[in-house]
């Protein structure tokens, strides 16, 4: 059986052997490196700044997983320290700037319009626009439930706030979302 | 299919007459049987339970099944009205109709090869990690004695500024003058101009005490020595 096809608690005690640490790890990242990819990405836009920041995150993973409590899934703590890692990303893009976060999401939603793939007339590239609108929590409450259909249960985990919080979060987002692609 | 594949080499090899791409299910359902399933189920279930509920009672309570079952409490006007935004927001997720004529596929492009590539590219940061290459060799001493250094051209500028006489052009900020002038043009300053008995180039009444304590805080008595040997003998620099 490949590794890839073990479940989470194989794979970790996997990890904690020294002779398959590696093959572990490398089985880890195979299994989830697209599904934490595409999160990341949908927050920094940049294939570049996605590919720094999924790096980051499966090196705190390697340096973590070892005393990794299982108190979660696997999974719901990879999304988190995507999720944390995205943001500190954005945090120093906006320090190093030295400009406010709203200029931080029109700087985003200038890199989609520079994508050469982008196609103002597509409702997908208009989504992505819509999504740069919201605030940083209400875009990722929007993209965990709608692209990777999150349960509210584990989105409480991931992003650490009450389901009551999440669902109203993703309510506001969805007007706003839908508001913006209707007017523009 | 590779499973069945398998099955089917294996059927052969035991010489079996049972055909491996049989249909595993002969029997035969009613047409549109599935699709009307979901729906006569749930009827069943509402019927049943309402119906089950009322000749329960009637068996147990005659009395209690004649009596109306209309709730003597009241409720105050427009109660439920008005908590219905707020419920919909943590009971119901809107289908939203815009979202839904939008397909969920990112239209973000990925480099062709891209995950593939990932584990080794991590692997190789992490093993690579242990080596840390400083970006700056420190070297104390220099950084001290150029920091002295500085902080005496600074002075010296303010206190030629501040000694201006008429005629000249006046300087509303002395120090941003001399963070704009180059280490050559107040090195030649010191150099050239001329000390009288009027305009000592000294800072020993100038600069209070406290300061230039803070300027040369970090400043060994060796390094301090060794620059003062370097000076022109004229300049006095008191910084006790």
Redesign the interface.
């Known amino acids: 059986m490949a590794l890839t096809d073990r479940s989470d608690a194989e794979l970790l005690m996997q990890f904690r052997q020294p002779q398959t640490k ?1 093959p572990a ?2 089985s880890i ?2 299994k989830y ?2 599904k934490l ?2 999160h990341i ?2 927050m920094v ?1 940049d ?1 570049d700044d996605a ?1 720094d920041v ?2 980051n995150v ?2 705190r993973v ?1 340096n973590g997983l070892e005393n990794f409590r299982e108190d979660s899934q696997l999974y719901t703590w990879l999304y988190r320290i995507a999720t944390n890692e995205s943001l500190t990303f954005l945090e120093q893009q906006k320090k190093r700037s030295a400009v406010s976060l709203s200029d931080v999401e029109t700087g985003l939603s200038n890199k989609i319009k520079a ?1 050469k ?3 103002p007339n ?4 208009k ?2 626009l819509a999504i740069q609108q919201l605030p940083e929590k209400q875009k990722l409450v929007f993209s965990l439930r ?2 990777d259909e999150m349960p509210y249960e584990e989105m409480s985990r991931v992003l650490e706030t009450s389901e ?1 919080a999440l ?2 979060s ?3 987002a ?1 007007k706003k ?2 508001d913006y ?2 007017n523009h | 299919m590779s499973n069945r594949n398998t099955i089917r080499e294996e059927l052969n090899e035991l010489n079996s007459k049972l055909n491996a791409n049989a249909d595993p299910t002969p029997y035969s359902v009613p047409e549109g049987y599935f699709t009307g399933f979901a729906a006569s189920v749930m009827a069943k279930i509402k019927g049943e339970s309402a119906d089950f509920i009322t000749q329960e009672l009637t068996e147990l309570s005659p009395l209690l099944a004649g009596i109306s079952r209309t709730m003597p409490f009241s409720v105050p006007k427009d109660y439920f009205q008005s908590n219905i935004e707020g419920v ?3 009971t119901e ?2 289908d ?1 109709l ?2 839904s ?11 062709t090869g ?2 593939a590539n ?2 080794e ?3 190789e ?2 093993t690579n ?1 242990g080596r840390v290459v400083p970006m700056f060799k420190r070297n104390w001493m220099r950084l001290a004695v150029a920091a002295a250094v500085t902080g005496i051209i600074a002075l010296s500028g303010i206190v030629y500024f501040n000694n201006r006489g008429d005629g000249q052009v006046t300087v509303n900020d002395p120090v941003a003058v001399v963070k704009k002038a180059s280490t050559e043009e107040l090195n030649d300053f010191i150099k050239t101009t001329a000390v009288d008995e009027k305009t000592q180039l000294t800072v020993k009444n100038k600069t209070p005490k406290t300061e230039a304590k803070k300027l040369f805080a970090d400043v060994s008595d060796k390094e301090l020595d060794a620059f003062l040997d370097q000076m022109p003998a004229d300049d006095e620099i008191d910084i006790n």
Do not use: C
């Open positions: 590696e790890f490398t990242i195979k490196q697209e990819y595409w990405r949908r836009v294939h590919n999924l790096q499966f090196i390697w994508d793939h982008f196609d597509k409702l997908e590239w989504l992505q709608y692209y009551g669902k109203a993703y309510h506001h969805v979302i839908e692609i209707k | 919909k927001a943590f997720e809107e939203s815009v979202l004529f939008i397909d969920k596929e990112m239209p973000y492009q990925v480099p891209y995950f990932v584990p590219q991590v692997l940061k992490i990690k």
